[in-house]
């Protein structure tokens, strides 16, 4: 793929210097955004194990359920298709979980075609948009709110993020540094595709990222 292709060689080109700028960003964004009244708490989704939520899933699930019994919304989506070997989705494995901590089923709306992140987000703009919605309050780990937040201005929504802090690995750990340079690259990646698919005009490329 091209555009991995170019990532690579910019962090190569500058010596890294590229991937720690962006480790920063990944960093500073673990605190999310001051939160404000939205029309939809968005939770997004996690491959499930074993068809069951897992640590991470449920952390965000739990920060989703807080934000919407603290009134700054109205309804909470969850987000997430069938990944891996699943039988069902995630956004149905979610749902279970928040019904099951007394949640009302009438207050939780799903989105099950999505499979990766910037298909949450796309997805869920439609939904959006049908209904004449227009903020959003997207809860992840914070590990996650860079990309989250790059991934939601590309798709010019309006929105805050909100970090489950109980999401693992635990913070300073070597699992969660490992995880943050995997954003910063993935993060990077996104970027880079972006500015490529702008620099040929490419229409069907921006297509899925704007």
């Keep these: 793929m091209t ?13 890294g210097a590229v991937l720690v700028w962006r480790l920063r960003r990944v960093l500073r964004a673990t605190s999310g955004d001051g939160l404000e009244a939205a029309d939809a708490v968005l939770v ?7 068809e069951q939520a897992t640590a991470v899933f449920r952390a ?8 919407l019994s603290g009134g700054l919304a109205p309804r909470l989506i969850i987000a997430g298709g069938r990944t891996g070997s699943s039988r069902r989705s995630e956004a149905a494995a979610g749902r279970d979980y928040l019904v099951r901590l007394g ?12 499979t990766h992140t910037l298909e949450n987000l796309f997805n869920v703009r439609e939904t959006l948009r049908s209904n004449e919605w227009r903020r959003l309050i997207v809860v992840s780990d914070p590990l996650h709110l860079a990309r989250i937040s790059a991934l939601a201005e590309g798709l010019g ?12 690995p635990r913070r300073g750990s070597a699992r969660w540094w490992l995880r943050a340079w995997s954003e910063a690259c ?21 297509s899925r990222v704007t």
Excluded: K, M
């Design 186 to 206: 993935l993060l990077h990646w996104y970027h880079v595709g972006v500015a490529y698919s702008r620099l040929i005009g490419s229409e069907r490329l921006l």
């Design 3 to 15: 555009s991995l292709l170019l990532a690579a060689l910019t962090v190569a080109g500058t010596l």
């Design 60 to 67: 965000r699930l739990e920060r989703g359920a807080e934000i």
């Design 157 to 168: 929504l309006d929105y805050r993020c909100a970090p489950a802090p109980a999401a693992p």
């Design 44 to 50: 997004v989704g996690r491959a499930l194990l074993d």
């Design 103 to 114: 949640v009302e089923e009438g207050r939780i709306l799903t989105e099950e075609g999505s």
